[in-house]
């Protein structure tokens, strides 16, 4: 590490919120939030005289929402004053900061498209790009380009949530994250992994080799205790080097899913073959990595409530919807300075769970594991909505299934699903076990029996060396369909 890292490394150290967290603590993630919420308290009267002079010790669910609302209302400041975007946003819909006072004046609030920021993201900084620390273009799975801005307390605070996270997992100074992202080139997770690791005293290791082999050789090197990556390489490697490598061997205490969506059947066969839990992470490049992680109890994700507050609409009514209830997740950014997004429309379809968890957290709430993207679901049949995460259950169901996509092509009035199948091991039975276990689930149950969706189909092909990251599993193939 260099002069330059090491006074930066000082900076941070002394900034981080998570090094506040004492060390027999329990949550340490919901502590943080805790943590940020007193530090907000303790420097505004707005704040104290809205909550009273009880304070924020113990934390009640009812002041984490006030301070929640008093974040929107001062980011609507800050945005007035500095994000060209949102001055003219506010100034058109007619609100100020003042009118919200309660979460169901969030919706006196205009919505904020992905388009918009793809087409206008200069608009939306807040800060003048030479005072970007970083800046990150990503497409995510919609092919629109984005471009997000990070200042140098935006950067801190990523790697203080990842670093609270982190302890809230398990990891200590005695642990190793192993981090597998290959060939991400937009929005590289390592940079806050790796920092946060180094803050807390933790080892770290970053491989973005597609060969499972130098994966291996990495993990062992660094005596890795941890591993987190793309749950669909994650079974790749577990799938390739399981064949001769005894997984459950290497010592791997947990495995942090992130970036995909990790379906049921894939959590299970990998947690068979590495003997651990596999944990789910859920984030945005737009508004950092660690956005929502799973605890032990593997029932919703523990979201990030100090730096943004989310939200779940009807996505035709735009009203919202109760706790539990499925709908779009909306979320607008806390504390902010490089990009500014309020009430942004993610298109991730989810809903969010009242606490406490059974892990004993108090006042966080829990966002239950986004089923698809509305972006990237596919009509067939009669109107059934299909999404990739819905044949992952299905298709993982066999070890012998390295990775697959699905072809929507249409022959007379009925939709065919051709599911192209990476195998090593091609078999009558396997095709069988696959066109089963598609044909129950219900959207295609339905289809089936309306006869509007024929029989599923399954084509093998060869291991695929070149791995790729967020290519699209579902590839409709139908001219002039709506």
Not at 23 to 40: F, N, Q, Y
Not at 83 to 102: Q, S
Not at 448 to 468: C, K, M, S, T
Request: hydrophobic share 40%.
């Amino acid at each position: 590490m260099g002069l330059r890292e090491s006074m930066m490394a000082v900076i941070v150290r002394h900034k981080l919120l998570a090094n506040q967290i004492p060390k027999d603590c329990k949550h340490p993630l919901e502590e943080w939030m805790a943590i940020k919420a007193r530090k907000t308290y303790s420097k505004n009267k707005e704040l104290r005289e809205w909550i009273g002079n009880t304070g924020l010790d113990p934390m009640t669910r009812e002041n984490f929402e006030k301070y929640q609302l008093f974040r929107v209302r001062e980011q609507m400041r800050y945005a007035e004053e500095n994000v060209p975007y949102y001055r003219n946003k506010f100034k058109e819909a007619g609100v100020r900061p003042e009118d919200i006072r309660t979460y169901d004046d969030l919706t006196k609030i205009p919505l904020t498209e992905p388009n918009d920021l793809a087409e206008k993201s200069m608009l939306f900084y807040g800060v003048s790009v030479t005072k970007m620390l970083r800046e990150f273009t990503t497409s995510g799975t919609t092919g629109h380009k984005k471009s997000i801005g990070y200042t140098q307390n935006d950067m801190i605070s990523k790697i203080d949530i990842v670093a609270s996270a982190l302890r809230d997992i398990g990891m200590t100074k005695k642990d190793s994250l192993h981090i597998m992202f290959p060939m991400v080139f937009a929005w590289d997770p390592s940079l806050v992994m790796v920092g946060a690791c180094n803050i807390l005293g933790y080892g770290s290791s970053v491989c973005a080799e597609v060969d499972v082999e130098k994966q291996l050789k990495s993990m062992k090197e660094a005596g890795s205790t941890y591993i987190i990556g793309i749950p669909s390489f994650i079974y790749r490697v577990t799938t390739l080097l399981s064949k001769e490598t005894d997984l459950k061997a290497l010592g791997i205490k947990k495995i942090i899913s992130s970036s995909e969506p990790l379906s049921e059947s894939l959590r299970a066969l990998l947690q068979d073959a590495w003997g651990c839990k596999v944990i789910d992470v859920w984030g945005m490049t737009e508004f950092g990595l660690a956005c929502a992680v799973e605890c032990d109890e593997q029932n919703g994700l523990h979201t990030d409530e100090a730096n943004m507050l989310m939200e779940i609409i009807d996505p035709e009514t735009l009203e919202h919807l109760p706790a539990g209830q499925k709908g779009e997740l909306v979320i607008t950014a806390l504390n902010a300075e490089g990009t500014v997004l309020i009430r942004y429309r993610t298109h991730d379809i989810a809903a969010l769970l009242d606490p406490p968890c059974g892990c004993g957290a108090h006042f966080n709430k829990r966002l239950m594991k986004p089923s698809g993207r509305m972006d990237l679901q596919f009509k067939i049949g009669n109107g059934h909505k299909v999404y990739p995460v819905l044949f992952d259950e299905a298709v993982f169901l066999s070890p012998d299934v390295i990775d697959y996509h699905v072809d929507i092509t249409r022959e007379g009035y009925r939709d065919v699903l051709t599911f192209e199948v990476e195998t090593e091991n091609p078999n009558d039975d396997l095709a069988h076990s696959i066109v089963k276990a598609v044909s129950s689930i219900m959207e295609i149950e339905d289809g089936l029996a309306e006869d509007l969706v024929a029989e599923p189909r399954v084509r093998f092909i060869e291991p695929n060396h070149d791995y790729a990251v967020k290519v699209k599993k579902i590839r409709d193939l139908r001219e002039n369909y709506d």
